[in-house]
């Protein structure tokens, strides 16, 4: 997928509020998971088969949702100048996340970094 051409950037700003909104989503969601694998264990230790197999699958879909959910609003960034829909790009020279504003030439940094060792 070949990369946005970034022409005629004005300013270049740490995004206001995505990187808390993003990490609290990331914590509600462990949050949800621990508590669905200590119910799983709960139950299935005390012989509620039924109740240990539905939350597995409960598991299975909130981790997926999840993962779906935070990748979808990572790309669909809201301008916080303009509120227009922003393209994110990944800026591989300083290993983040950048949103570019085409309406407002600004590039906001997300605060979300990555890492291509996997």
Same mark, same amino acid.
């Given at each position: 997928?070949?990369?946005?051409?970034?022409?005629?950037? *004005?300013?270049?700003?740490?995004?206001?509020?995505?990187?808390?909104?993003?990490?609290?989503?990331?914590?509600?969601?462990?949050?949800? *998971?621990?508590?669905? +694998?200590?119910?799983?264990?709960?139950?299935? @230790? @005390? #012989?509620?088969?039924?109740?240990?197999?539905?939350?597995?699958?409960?598991?299975? +879909?909130? +981790?997926?949702?999840?993962?779906?959910?935070?990748?979808?609003?990572?790309?669909? *960034? %809201?301008?916080?100048?303009?509120?227009?829909?922003?393209?994110?790009?990944? @800026?591989?020279?300083?290993?983040?996340?950048?949103?570019?504003? %085409?309406?407002?030439? *600004?590039?906001? %940094?997300? #605060?979300?970094?990555?890492?291509?060792?996997?």
């Amino acid at each position: 997928m070949p990369q946005p051409e970034i022409v005629n950037i *004005i300013t270049s700003a740490p995004h206001p509020y995505f990187k808390k909104w993003f990490r609290r989503s990331c914590f509600l969601a462990l949050f949800v *998971i621990a508590t669905l +694998i200590v119910l799983f264990a709960h139950f299935a @230790n @005390n #012989g509620f088969r039924v109740i240990a197999i539905v939350l597995t699958i409960s598991l299975g +879909i909130s +981790i997926l949702f999840t993962a779906c959910y935070l990748l979808y609003k990572l790309h669909h *960034i %809201d301008c916080p100048s303009c509120h227009a829909l922003m393209k994110t790009i990944k @800026n591989k020279k300083m290993s983040k996340y950048e949103a570019v504003c %085409d309406q407002c030439k *600004i590039v906001w %940094d997300v #605060g979300i970094d990555f890492s291509d060792d996997f």
